[in-house]
């Protein structure tokens, strides 16, 4: 009775440690801060439902359309990554649950899950809050099928890969890192069971919509990576990776490296050894792939959950451990939640950063390689709502009877997907030839005005030759973001050459994702 009893309330301690888990990011937020571009993009995916786009795979744009059913508001959309997120740490509490794990191991995984990248993930409506999930559930369905051989866990995995494939391709790293794991581990012979089979069958046809839209655009994926590895993937080297690994969870790290090493060294965690070998693929894959730290996340709930275990164990034998434990994560992590989320406004953020001495640890670089005083997410989530309100002064000096003609035309995503969430509803819809935008650019009859939001090339004198005038209206002027300085550029009086040659233009950029045959 005394064990029902300390289960049960175990079991209410981690629903109430996963409802913080969810509001805790909704409540500490500065309210000065936007959304995200990159989240800006997802939600304007909602528009234009597919099996694909050009930068993801499906799932996200689903739950923007969703979100868009339930009126489209920040809270609204902030909530998908705190639920998963939640969400994701109640698959990993309930593997410490199965394991015979109570209080102590939950609080530890619950700080874990605080005061680590994970806070991030999971306040960015952005793919990675459900690649992480689908990682820990694909690893929770192993560790089920694991602990009980039942088949059906088999088939729970292979729906949940496909699904997870529909999130983020990334997904197929961890799928290859386990299969080469089960290879080495005593559960070997899963790989021979026709349920594996079956289940792998499942998965693909759950994933094969996407696989089908990838080919009949010419596999932009691959084209994505391409454009990734040059700007950003390139600049990754092996020994930032590994050192960014311990950083991304610095105030935990000695949670999952006790969950590591009792999987792959200690006699009790043989039959968890699996776990342990997959932690050690996906750090090669991404080795070999030059892949950016956090798509490792993923792999960390599994060793958090088996690590806050072993060190439950522990904290019976040795009291004293267990208080060195929790004040070494308070008084490391704490300091961290800053650099995790935008608690405070910009000025009091960079002012934080110079006195702790982080503007010189290279938290605060771009992706130009230069820093800054904000967190490139942070500045990203600033300056959106006044560009949206110049854009729209400068199309009010249109005259009316020739807006209809005007085409609000963007640089990046971020902006496009700024003017057209944070816009008046009056305002034509941006476009841009940026990521999926460029694929909905619709077909004009007549140019007459282009309000152009960045900063038109230069170099390009047969746009400029096409108008009477060009004059720059306004700019962005809100300090520490990431759009200060972009302008509002009024390409007045088109002559009627310019329409065919801006059709001309994008369908060039277009050709690169159709198939002859196709229709975009």
């Known amino acids: 009775m005394h064990r029902l009893s ?22 500490v937020v500065h309210p000065v801060y936007e959304l995200h571009r990159d989240e800006l993009l997802y939600l304007a995916e909602a528009q234009h439902l597919a099996w694909g786009y050009l930068e993801a795979p499906p799932l996200l744009s689903l739950l923007a359309w969703i979100s868009d059913l339930l009126g489209n508001g920040e809270l609204v959309i902030r909530c998908w990554p705190a639920l998963l997120g939640a969400l994701t740490f109640l698959i990993a509490g309930k593997m410490v649950l199965r394991s015979g794990g109570r209080n102590p191991a939950l609080f530890l995984l619950f700080l874990a899950f605080i005061f680590s990248a994970f806070l991030r993930a999971h306040f960015l409506f952005q793919p990675n809050f459900l690649d992480i999930f689908f990682w820990t559930l694909i690893t929770y369905w192993v560790f089920c099928y694991i602990r009980r051989e039942d088949p059906k866990f088999i088939y ?33 012979k899963l790989l021979a069971e026709r349920h594996a089979y079956i289940a792998l069958i499942i998965g693909f046809l ?52 006790a969950g590591l090493w009792h999987v792959l060294f200690h006699p009790r965690g043989n039959r968890y050894r699996l776990f342990g070998w997959t932690f050690l693929f996906v750090m090669g894959l991404l080795l070999l792939l030059k892949g950016k730290a956090y798509y490792a996340l993923g792999v960390y709930p599994v060793l958090l959950a088996i690590g806050a275990l072993r060190l439950e164990e522990i904290f019976r034998i040795r009291p004293w451990v267990r208080y060195a434990g929790i004040g070494f994560i308070l008084l490391t992590g704490i300091p961290m939640i800053p650099v995790l989320l935008p608690i405070w406004a910009p000025e009091r953020l960079a002012g934080y950063y110079r006195f702790a001495g982080l503007d010189r640890t290279g938290i605060l670089q771009w992706e130009d390689r230069q820093d800054h005083d ?83 090339p230069p170099e390009n004198a047969e746009l400029r030759h096409a108008f009477e005038e060009v004059r720059v209206l306004d700019s962005v002027t809100t300090p520490m973001a990431r759009e200060s300085g972009t302008r509002v550029t009024w390409f007045r009086n088109a002559d009627t050459s310019f329409t065919g040659y801006f059709h001309l233009e994008i369908g060039k950029m277009k050709q690169r994702f159709s198939r002859p045959g196709s229709l975009l």
């Open 374 to 456: 904000l967190p490139q997410d942070f500045a990203d989530m600033l300056g959106r709502k006044e560009l949206s309100r110049k854009t729209a002064a400068a199309f009010d000096q249109i005259p009316v009877w020739e807006q209809a003609r005007t085409v609000i035309f963007c640089d990046n995503y971020g902006q496009a997907g700024a003017l057209n969430y944070y816009g008046r509803a009056d305002l034509p819809p941006a476009i841009s030839a940026s990521a999926s935008f460029l694929l909905w650019i619709p077909t004009y009859d007549h140019i007459r005005h282009l309000i152009w939001v960045g900063d038109p």
């Open 206 to 257: 759950i994933f094969l919509p996407n696989l089908i839209w990838q080919y009949q655009h010419n596999f932009p994926f691959m084209n994505h990576m391409e454009e990734l590895h040059e700007t950003q993937l390139r600049h990754i080297r092996p020994i930032g990776f590994l050192i960014d690994q311990l950083l991304m969870t610095l105030p935990v790290c000695f949670i999952w490296l």
């Open 6 to 27: 300390a289960s049960r309330a175990s079991g209410i301690l981690l629903w109430s440690l996963a409802c913080l888990k969810f509001l805790f990011a909704l409540l």
């Open 156 to 188: 729970l995995l292979g729906i949940t890969a496909g699904l997870g494939l529909l999130s983020k391709y990334s997904v197929g790293i961890l799928l290859f890192a386990l299969a080469a794991a089960l290879a080495l581990s005593r559960q070997r």
